[in-house]
């Protein structure tokens, strides 16, 4: 099946060229969810580019018969970022005009949905999708209204236009699935939600870490928070129900490569949760391991990161998956002076246990930077 | 008199040396306030080095008998921001590992203290000096807990160690004064708190901002928004006290230069202002015009910022300063694109009426970057 | 008349967006010399898209027969520096991924052409125009092999992709004029080659100086290096003839600004050098004090830049266009220490009596940052 | 044995703050040579402060009658270069303020000498310490000009203030180190020159790149090129000496990271050499492979560096350190475009034989940007 394809200008450049993202969009023969997926929001994270120049090979092999629904994909979904350079480094983790995380500057409904608990009182009899409607029309409406403040005169900075234009795509979708790597160097493992972990097995991957404090503003919150806040409510109420809406940010490796495996697990993750959502009917999916795989779900907020205590070189670090106990030795810092002394070599232990997931590209630190994180 | 110098380090880098500050201390005969000054926070805002220059020329001059307690002088106060550069720019505004604002990261009291009510119930009936030290105490111990921290294995980053280090300089103040300037270009003027309209007259500018909404995290924030927090607290509990601690941002024209008239002013109002204040006792101050100044002051809430609808080059801009009116022409840009077609001019008229007091630097704008400000 | 307007793709990004250049070019309704007109190679010098957004408005009103001759201009000719950001300044004065200034990089005929001398004695006897033609065949041949690097498997970098767009447009021209100004703030003058003063005089800038020395592989060099050197050959075998070609850089003011007055000398200036050179048929020029015009011209050998002798604050520098005497006060550093010392004010004179006609932006400098220049 | 240890301010920064290098002076018991070993001009290239800590913790452990002459070692060479960042990247590869790579920075007497032919003449039949005594004063007289410029009111930029402190250290020195790595991934390998070949095989590296060609003003070029100069004007007088001078850049490893394979080979490289050279007696040295080794000498004007044809992602891209044949497969592109079409994947096959050496860290490139070396 051939996707329609639609390109979508992002930001006209003081030269006057303009810079577009380009959305693919299959459309199954029958009716069904939206997938929304994406990847390089920021711009050293590009590893989702190839997940999914590999899914639009393989979409482009089966028929649409086979797709229930949509799969929309935005690859380089943030030419901004991705384009930022200093010296051959991609350093498009903060827009350079106001400091801003690329992916810390989304809309939020739940922020201005002030009387949600109104709202879910005068619902909570009607069936669900009732429910979702009434309440999707309200963020709809909300939403709508951001394109008056960017077509004032005084207009809107970059930020906001940018992110009306990304959620736009996705503000209805059902599954959205955001494409990130470390801008480090990283495992394999995703972000997830409390009360999804079911779904989260479907990617397969070994690691989750469930989102129990919000930075605020993330692409994968955005989505999903009002929805969660809603469910928060009405369970309050005494109706427990839970929207099949869903929001994951897959975090594939390292930053400025794509390697290889990781591409291969992130494609076959997808495969497997689109199946097992029903959204694909493909040989091989889903994968039977979904049932025994048990991946490890850490909260957010046990990770530990470390930081250099003094300026230097760190060397003999631990390699990046081991798993430590606490007091094992994590790195050194080679640490020079300008006080005629030697330099000297510091040892750096584990606070507590756990897994080295995370760890920096440079080894060259000033006091206070960032060297490794444990989950 | 002369002051007593401390030098603090407040970074190693990765290269072994270390970046300092540096604390001009001059201690009255008399005991009485605490008066503490700063300023180059954001790396091009180098304007009140020159005013801290020249208070401290004024102050060797005068005995100390003339000092009521002591006043507390830092210049250069962010190293790593003064020494940022690209090209020849100062680019000081955000931290470049983490993206976050220079004058966003300070320690907030009012967002721990989970028990203020309490707190205000349990001293209502005290006098204000005792009310003050009992609610001193809790700040203070706190604070002291975040060196725990920073003195852990995985250390604190570097936000946290230098905020740290600012902090506890102030944290014993009865006002702070942080002398900015626009990173861009701009007239004089003040940031103050409501409740304080009164002093901020000291000054003598003509125009004051009043922070009716917070970015969050600001130095003058982070130092005053407990108290003003504790003050509303007895307030609904019937006891309307006003404790004597102020906080300030001078914001004294344009970055990257010290414009003579904006350091005169400054450093005209600080001193009328410590003097107001009863902590010096100088000739010529307090300035009779103190009296009839009647500056105009408007809320955060109330200000437009314009951002370039389309990129391009801006000409025809209203002059710094200027009163417009609704419908005025504010700027113009000039379009260019790559499409085989004209340039073209497009004209901006003013949403409401106002003046013009901030400017961007920068004639070439990307699509929704920043063009102008009116208050 | 109207322009045939050319769009060429000058960089794919990363992204997979493109950057362009527009070429608009005016044919006149007789044959005549070929006019280049290009602007902001320089990102922050904006100052000539100005001025040619006015040029071709004013080509726009003129009749087809007014015009002898081609004219093409090109604005934001370089859409790489134009869009390089860091916070809000452009800083797109060298490319970020090798470090060479954008006008540093141009291919010069003169360094490959080893037999120049053989050339000169194998034609000195043919007219003018037979050398020409000759010279520029060479010049071409060679240009045209840049092509086969580019366009190997190997590929070349960006600068060499880039200079061969910009070259090929303006290699057969007759006279070449490149918009700049400074990146820091200047007054307006022009940059020009020896042998070629009268025609400098056309411009009606007050000031001129004059290549006697290169920093090599400026876009103003790079076209008319090969002509001056075959001039000289020709001279040393006696035969002193002159091409009637012309390489201009002209510096309107200050960067990231357009100043109103530096667009309307600029303006001025090319209409009646375009009028003087025949090209152009229209009222009111060439203007009458084109003859008594005397411009100040002096050699860049002879400019003084002056560097900031320890690190600090600048302030009282002379005005920008001020003429000193030696020994005259330039400017006063406020000098801060780490060493537990009172901050001291350093003068600094001029070693030799010009005109200070550049002026750094930043007045926050590290030890051996730019200050001024004198010519 | 124990170091002397120098601190020398390099720059004082706008702060006040300054940034130093530290020397570690290792004086042999016994007269004899001075090598100079510096590490980490370019920011990103860190390795050299390892080996050369391993290098003090090895000279504390010997007695100083096993040193003949003196071993000067500089880590941190360079701290602005060290301490640039953006993002958390080390970017320290140009100076922000003129865009000079750190590397071509340095003075070079041989541009200077007007009249070597002259000198060679007169001092041909001298003794060759002779020779080399007088030569050596020409260029210390005309290194010590330098200062001149310096001290004047006008000044110096930092670069050449920068060099002269660096130089200032070795310019009486017989054996210079200077250890770099790729700011990229790189095997190990070294820079030498011609007439070198023979002590270049006591480093015990594989590879070796012979500086047939000049970029210009590289540290190591500096240092000798007077004296390559000095012998080729002898040797066309008929007198063939060879003075026992020796500059070598070590290229150990990739960017950002200490690599502990690449700092080992370069500790024994280091000791060999300066074994073989006479300068240590110690045990176990010289290691006996130094006679068989056979490393690989290449030109480096045969180096085929390859440029990304179009803007995308590189995948499946040989390994470091592949050896290839014309023809055979080096990378790929995913070429994205904002034209409504699908990715397509794009190869880029090897136009010659040779080594695969060095390899981009970033894999998102615009078109023009660099990917890998052959040699």
């Known amino acids: 099946m051939n996707p329609t394809i639609f390109t979508i200008p992002i930001q006209q450049l003081a030269s006057g060229d303009r810079l577009s993202i380009q959305v693919y969009k299959f459309i199954g023969a029958n009716p069904g969810k939206k997938a929304y997926l994406q990847a390089n929001l920021h711009g050293a994270e590009i590893v989702g580019n190839a997940v999914i120049q590999q899914l639009i090979e393989f979409l482009l092999t089966i028929d649409d018969t086979q797709l229930h629904g949509e799969i929309w994909l935005v690859p380089v979904c943030n030419p901004v970022s991705t384009n930022q350079r200093t010296h051959y480094f991609s350093t498009g983790r903060y827009n350079p005009s106001d400091g801003k995380d690329w992916n810390r500057i989304f809309w939020d409904f739940e922020k201005e949905c002030d009387n949600l608990q109104e709202f879910a009182k005068s619902h909570i009899n009607l069936e669900i999708d009732a429910i979702r409607n009434e309440y999707f029309k309200r963020i709809k409406t909300r939403f709508d209204k951001l394109l008056e403040k960017i077509n004032s005169p005084s207009g809107a900075p970059f930020n906001e236009r940018y992110r009306y234009q990304l959620q736009s795509l996705c503000i209805d979708a059902d599954y959205v699935i955001d494409i990130h790597s470390s801008s480090n160097q990283a495992i394999d493992y995703l972000y997830g939600f409390w009360r999804r972990e079911e779904s989260a097995k479907y990617f397969l991957l070994?690691?989750?870490?469930?989102?129990?404090?919000?930075?605020?503003?993330?692409?994968?919150?955005?989505?999903?928070?009002?929805?969660?806040?809603?469910?928060?409510?009405?369970?309050?109420?005494?109706?427990?129900?839970?929207?099949?809406?869903?929001?994951?940010?897959?975090?594939?490796?390292?930053?400025?490569?794509?390697?290889?495996?990781?591409?291969?697990?992130g494609v076959r993750g997808i495969k497997n949760y689109l199946t097992q959502k029903g959204m694909l009917a493909i040989s091989g999916f889903p994968l039977s391991e979904t049932a025994s795989d048990n991946p490890t779900f850490v909260s957010k907020s046990r990770i530990i990161k470390y930081y250099a205590p003094v300026g230097g070189m760190i060397q003999a670090?631990?390699?990046?998956?081991?798993?430590?106990?606490?007091?094992?030795?994590?790195?050194?810092?080679?640490?020079?002076?300008?006080?005629?002394?030697?330099?000297?070599?510091?040892?750096?232990?584990?606070?507590?246990?756990?897994?080295?997931?995370?760890?920096?590209?440079?080894?060259?630190?000033?006091?206070?930077?960032?060297?490794?994180?444990v989950m």
């Open 206 to 265: 070994d690691y989750g870490i469930l989102l129990d404090e919000y930075d605020g503003d993330a692409f994968d919150e955005a989505f999903i928070k009002p929805w969660l806040a809603l469910e928060d409510q009405l369970e309050k109420l005494g109706n427990k129900i839970r929207f099949d809406i869903d929001s994951w940010t897959l975090e594939l490796g390292s930053g400025m490569q794509m390697n290889p495996e990781s591409v291969t697990k």
């Open 317 to 373: 670090r631990v390699v990046l998956g081991t798993s430590v106990k606490a007091g094992d030795k994590l790195y050194q810092v080679i640490n020079f002076n300008k006080q005629d002394d030697l330099p000297i070599v510091i040892d750096i232990c584990a606070e507590k246990a756990g897994l080295v997931f995370d760890v920096s590209t440079n080894h060259a630190l000033n006091e206070g930077e960032y060297v490794l994180s």
